[in-house]
C-alpha cells in the first residue's frame, strides 16, 4: 500500500480526475464570476471593461449597502439564537434526558428536511390577518389585542423571519453540538462533580472549554448559511415591506437577471463571499487566541 | 514557504488571462442584424406559463384554422416562468436560439433595449403589410402597442382595458352612483365603510394594484403625456402634481379603504374578495372577465357587476375618456426564421385569434374578429362597447420605467401605504432611480 502511495505518478493518476472536474465547475466558475466582476453588460448586449467602476457603484448603492445591513443583521442574530437554543438542547439531551432523547432529537430536527418555501408559506400563514386570519393573530384577538400585521413591518417580517429558521434549524446545530458534547470524557465530567462543580458551574468551567471546537465549527457553519440566506425571506415577503429585508443574495439575484446587470451582479456575489470570508477568519481568529489563552 | 507562494502566482496569473481572454470573446459577439431568414424547422412558440389560455388558444388554431401552416411547419410549444423571461430570452438570443415567436420582457423590445438594439425583433407591421394581413390588428391595439413598446414588435394577444369594477348590488344598497371626481371616489369610500362595506379590494402584494392608483391619478390630474415627460426628463415625480398621486394611494390606504392585511393580499384572493361580495370596488384590468364571466367564482352574478373608468381629478388636465389600455406580455418574433412558412403561421394568427379567443375563452385581444361570434357575456358586452368608444388611450404608471425603476415602485408602495415612507420620500427614491438608468 505504502509502495503505492508514494509513487508520484499514481497519486497524480488518482487525483486527476477529481482535480479536473473540481476545477472545471468549482474553480473556473468562481474565476470567470471573479472577472465579470470588472466589466458591465450582459450576453446579449456584450461585455465592456470597466475597471474598478463597479466596486465603486456598489459602495454608493444605497439598496446595496441596505442588503449588506440586512445579511449582516440576519446572519448574527440567526446565528446567536440557532447556536445558543441547539447548545441548550444539547444540553438537555446529554445531561437531563440522556438516553431517552432519541425521540424528542428527531422530533427538533425534523423541520430540517423540510423545503425552505413550504416553511415560509407555513409561518406566513401563521401570521396572516384579514380573511385569511391565521392562528397568531386568534391568539392576540382572543387576548384581547388587535390584530398585527407582521409582513407590513420590517422588524415584524425580520421576527417570523428568524422564528422560521431557528425553528427550522436549530434541531441540526442540536444533534451537531450533541456530538460534540458526548465527545467529552465521563471521568472528566465525574471528577469535576466530585470537586464540587455543579449545574451551572458545571456547565462554564468543563463542558463549554471542552466542547468550543465543536462550538465554534457550529458558529462558522451557521454564519455562513446564514449570510447567504436567500429563499425564506424570498418566499416570506419577497424582501420587504419595500427592499426593506431583502439580503444581498436576493439583490444579486435580481441585479443579474431581473436587470440583466451580469457584471455588477457579478461584483455583489464577491462582496458576499469576502465577507464570508472575514466573518470565518474573525471566528478563526478569536478562536486561537482563545486557546493561546 | 516562498517557493510555494511563488508556484501559485503564475497559476492565478494564467486564470485570470483565461478569464479575460473568454471574456472579451464574449463581449465581441455583438448584435447581429435582423430581417427575413429561413424557415426553422418548427413553429416555436416561447409562453409564460402563468397564460395557458395563449398555448390553449394556438393549439386550437394549429388543429382548426391554421391546419395547413401546421403541417408545413408544426407548432411547438416552449413554457418559462414569466418572473424568468428577461433571463431566458437574453440566454437564447445571446445563443443565437431565440424561438420563432417568444415572449419578452417590455423593456427589452424597446428599439433601445437589448433586443431592439440588436435587431433581433420583427417589426410585424412591415412583416403583416407585405403579406397582406395588416388589416387584421385593430387600430388601437396597433397604436398602445408602439406607444408601450416603440414599435410593432409585438402582436396584441389581448386588449385589455383597465379600470375599476364595482358592485352594483352594494352600490344601490348604500343609494350610490358611479363617482365621477375623485373626491366623489373618496366620499363613496367613507360612506361605503360607514355601511359596514370594505370599498376597494387591491391585491397589496403584487405591488402593481397599487401603484396602478397612484398612476391614474397623475394622468387624471397631468394629463395623458404625464408619464412620457418623467421618461423624458421634463417633469419629475417629486413636482407637486406628480406628488399627488403618492399622496392620493397613502390616503385611500390610511383611511381604511383597502381593508385589512391588503398588504399581504394575493391577486386571486383579491378577485374572489370582490366576487364575493366582501369587497364594493376593485381596480384591475379587463382580464378579469375570465374569473367575472366564471359563475363558479362569482357568487355576486354577472347582473351586478358594473364597470367605470377611474374618475377625473378636479381641475386636472387629463379626462376620464382616456383609459388606461394594454396588449398584453410582449409577444416578439425572431427576424432570423421569419421565413415564408413562418410568415403564413403569423397571417394565419392574425387573421383567425380574434374570433377564435373570443367565441372560445371569451378574450378581448386586438385582433379583428373575422367572422360572427354568439353567446358573449354581457360584461364581455359591455367591455367591448367601451373600447368601441374609445378615442384615446394612457400606459400605466410603470409602463416606461426602465427594469429596477419598475421593480422599486412595486415594491416601496407597501411602505407607502403602510405610512413607513412618506409620499416625497417614495418618489424621490423612485425619480433618483430613473435617473441612474439614463
Given amino acids: 500500500m505504502n509502495r503505492v502511495f508514494g509513487d508520484r505518478k499514481t497519486i497524480l493518476i488518482l487525483l486527476l480526475p477529481t482535480l479536473a472536474i473540481y476545477v472545471l465547475f468549482k474553480v473556473v466558475p468562481v474565476a470567470w464570476s471573479l472577472g465579470l466582476s ?5 450576453t446579449l448586449r456584450g461585455f465592456e471593461f470597466v475597471g474598478f ?14 442588503s449588506l445591513r440586512v445579511s449582516v443583521m440576519f446572519a448574527i442574530l440567526a446565528t446567536i439564537g440557532q447556536v445558543t437554543f441547539g447548545y441548550l438542547l444539547a444540553l438537555l439531551y446529554v445531561f437531563v434526558l440522556r438516553k431517552g432523547s432519541a425521540f424528542l432529537r428527531t422530533a427538533v430536527f425534523f423541520p430540517m428536511v423540510l423545503p425552505t418555501v413550504a416553511v415560509a408559506l407555513l409561518f406566513r400563514s401563521f401570521v396572516s390577518v384579514g380573511d385569511t386570519q391565521g392562528p397568531v393573530n386568534e391568539i392576540i384577538n382572543a387576548a384581547g389585542g388587535e390584530s398585527v400585521e407582521f409582513m407590513a413591518s420590517t422588524s ?5 423571519a428568524l422564528a422560521m429558521t431557528l425553528w427550522s434549524s436549530m434541531g441540526f446545530y442540536a444533534v451537531l453540538l450533541y456530538t460534540g458534547l458526548l465527545d467529552i470524557p465521563d471521568e472528566v465530567i465525574e471528577s469535576g462533580r466530585l470537586d464540587g462543580a455543579s449545574g451551572l458551574r458545571l456547565v462554564r468551567h468543563i463542558i463549554i472549554p ?3 471546537p465543536i462550538l465554534l465549527s457550529s458558529i462558522i457553519f451557521s454564519l455562513n448559511a446564514t449570510l447567504k440566506v436567500f429563499d425564506s425571506l424570498l418566499a416570506l415577503n419577497n424582501g420587504g415591506p419595500g427592499t426593506s429585508t431583502a439580503p444581498l443574495t436576493l439583490y444579486m439575484y435580481r441585479t443579474a437577471f431581473e436587470y440583466a446587470e451580469y457584471g455588477y451582479g457579478s461584483t455583489i456575489a464577491l462582496v458576499l463571499t469576502l465577507l464570508c470570508l472575514v466573518f470565518t477568519l474573525t471566528v478563526f481568529r478569536s478562536s486561537r487566541q482563545r486557546v493561546e489563552d | 514557504m516562498v517557493s510555494r507562494r511563488n508556484r501559485r502566482k503564475p497559476t492565478a496569473a494564467g486564470l485570470a488571462l483565461v478569464t479575460v481572454v473568454t471574456l472579451s470573446a464574449c463581449g465581441g459577439d455583438d448584435a447581429t442584424d435582423g430581417g427575413a431568414g429561413g424557415d426553422p424547422e418548427a413553429f416555436t412558440v416561447l409562453t409564460a406559463n402563468e397564460n395557458a389560455t395563449l398555448e390553449a388558444q394556438l393549439t386550437a388554431l394549429a388543429e382548426n384554422q391554421c391546419k395547413a401552416e401546421n403541417e408545413a ?4 410549444h416552449q ?3 414569466q418572473a424568468d423571461t428577461v433571463q431566458k430570452v437574453t440566454l437564447l438570443a445571446s445563443q443565437d436560439s ?3 415567436h417568444f415572449i419578452a420582457g417590455t423593456a427589452m423590445v424597446r428599439p433601445d433595449g437589448d433586443l431592439g438594439a440588436a435587431g433581433k425583433v420583427v417589426d410585424y407591421e412591415e412583416l403583416l403589410t407585405e403579406a ?4 387584421n390588428i385593430l387600430p388601437a391595439a396597433a397604436s398602445t402597442v408602439e406607444h408601450i413598446y416603440g414599435g410593432m414588435v409585438s402582436l396584441p394577444y389581448q386588449y385589455n382595458l383597465e379600470g375599476i369594477w364595482y358592485n352594483k348590488a352594494i352600490f344601490a344598497e348604500v343609494g350610490l352612483s358611479e363617482p365621477q371626481t375623485f373626491d366623489q371616489l373618496l366620499a363613496a369610500g367613507e360612506e361605503l365603510l360607514a355601511a359596514g362595506h370594505q370599498p376597494f379590494a387591491q391585491a397589496g402584494a403584487a405591488g402593481w394594484p397599487l401603484t396602478r392608483i397612484i398612476g391614474m391619478y397623475i394622468f387624471r390630474n397631468v394629463g395623458p403625456d404625464a408619464m412620457e415627460k418623467i421618461r423624458d426628463g421634463e417633469a419629475s415625480l417629486t413636482d407637486p402634481e406628480y406628488l399627488a398621486g403618492a399622496e392620493a394611494l397613502q390616503q385611500m390606504a390610511e383611511s381604511g379603504f383597502f381593508g385589512e392585511g391588503f398588504i399581504s393580499l394575493e391577486p386571486d384572493a383579491a378577485t374572489a374578495a370582490f366576487l364575493s361580495g366582501r369587497a364594493a370596488m376593485k381596480y384591475d384590468g379587463t382580464w378579469a372577465l375570465s374569473n367575472i364571466n366564471d359563475e363558479e367564482q362569482n357568487q355576486i352574478g354577472l347582473e351586478n357587476v358594473g364597470f367605470m373608468p377611474f374618475p377625473d381629478v378636479e381641475g386636472g388636465a387629463g379626462s376620464v375618456d382616456q383609459w388606461p389600455a394594454n396588449a398584453g406580455a410582449a409577444m416578439a418574433a425572431n427576424p432570423d426564421t421569419a421565413g415564408p412558412k413562418v410568415t403564413a403561421w403569423l397571417e394565419c394568427i392574425a387573421e383567425n385569434y380574434g374570433e377564435q379567443a373570443l367565441s372560445d375563452a371569451g378574450v378581448l385581444s386586438g385582433f379583428r374578429v373575422n367572422g360572427e361570434v354568439t353567446d358573449i357575456p354581457e360584461t364581455t358586452k359591455l367591455v367591448q362597447e367601451k373600447i368601441a368608444e374609445i378615442d384615446e388611450t394612457v400606459a400605466w404608471f410603470e409602463a416606461l420605467f426602465d427594469a429596477k425603476s419598475n421593480s422599486l415602485a412595486s415594491t416601496n408602495v407597501t411602505l407607502l401605504t403602510t405610512g413607513q415612507m412618506t409620499p416625497e420620500q417614495y418618489m424621490t427614491e423612485l425619480q433618483a432611480s430613473i435617473d441612474a438608468a439614463r
Fill in chain 2, 98 to 100: 431565440l424561438p420563432a
Fill in chain 1, 156 to 160: 415584524g417580517t425580520m421576527a417570523v
Fill in chain 2, 73 to 76: 411547419l408544426p407548432m411547438e
Fill in chain 1, 38 to 42: 470588472f466589466f458591465e453588460g450582459n
Fill in chain 1, 53 to 66: 467602476d463597479n466596486f465603486t457603484t456598489f459602495f454608493s448603492d444605497g439598496a446595496a449597502l441596505q
Fill in chain 2, 132 to 135: 397582406g394581413a395588416w388589416d
Fill in chain 1, 210 to 212: 471542552l466542547s468550543l
Fill in chain 2, 79 to 81: 413554457k418559462t416562468a
